[in-house]
Structure formats: structure tokens, C-alpha cells
Nanobody, 127 residues
């Protein structure tokens, strides 16, 4: 499975960005998906996760109510809509795919639960 992120950039605090992650080389509808981020000098951290069909989602506490994860299985793409961005959201954002999910509603929250990773896209939020 290959994952390619896009949509990052420079935005002022309070602004919005929409990240996309296009998957190829596998059966996307069988992959639970997630977004992670890694800020300067920090470890990679969980941001959001979505189940196989998109019916269940999960978020890190600091992004709840501001970020929305979604997926379009017909387009093999997962999205991360980011609103009300803050300087502390500045990071490289990574898309991740899990090869197999135990149920249609299962979501995954740690990096070691994912099998495939994109190259990352930089998000910079200025104050």
C-alpha cells in the first residue's frame, strides 16, 4: 500500500486546511486509517482515526471539535479537515493505514498498530 499526502501549507492562526491522503496498491476499503503528526522536537502523536466504512471516528483531545476525519472509499482517499488552527498544530502530518481491522467499526490509536505510512505533509500555523 502506498500513501501520498497533500494539502499542507502555511496558514494563519484561526484558518483552515484540508489534508488528503490517496492510497494505492491495496484494498482501501479493508484499511482502517489514521492521521498522526510530529512537531519539532516531539514524538509522533495520534491525531485522528476512522473505521473501514467511516462510521466510527476518534480524535486526540486537543483537536476535538476542530478537526474532522473522513474517507471516500470510491476514491481511495482519506481526508483531515482542520479548522480553527493554532500555532501548536504546526507539525508534519502523516497518513497511516492498517492492513487488517478486526471489525468494521474498529479504530486504532497508536503508531505501532498501523502498517503503512505516507511521507508526510508540512502544516505551519503562524500566530
Amino acid at each position: 500500500v502506498q500513501l501520498v499526502e497533500s494539502g499542507g501549507g502555511l496558514v494563519q492562526a484561526g484558518g483552515s486546511l484540508r489534508l488528503s491522503c490517496a492510497a494505492s496498491g491495496g484494498t482501501f476499503s479493508r484499511n482502517a486509517m489514521g492521521w498522526f503528526r510530529q512537531g519539532p522536537g516531539k514524538e509522533r502523536e495520534f491525531v485522528a482515526t476512522i473505521s473501514l466504512t467511516g462510521g466510527v471516528t476518534g480524535y486526540e483531545d486537543s483537536v476535538k471539535g476542530r478537526f474532522t476525519i473522513s474517507r471516500d472509499n470510491a476514491k481511495n482517499t482519506v481526508y483531515l479537515q482542520m479548522n480553527s488552527l493554532r500555532p501548536e498544530d504546526t507539525a508534519v502530518y502523516y497518513c497511516a493505514a492498517r492492513h487488517w481491522a478486526s471489525t468494521y467499526s474498529r479504530t486504532y490509536y497508536t503508531p505501532n498498530e498501523y502498517d503503512y505510512w505516507g511521507q508526510g505533509t508540512q502544516v505551519t500555523v503562524s500566530s
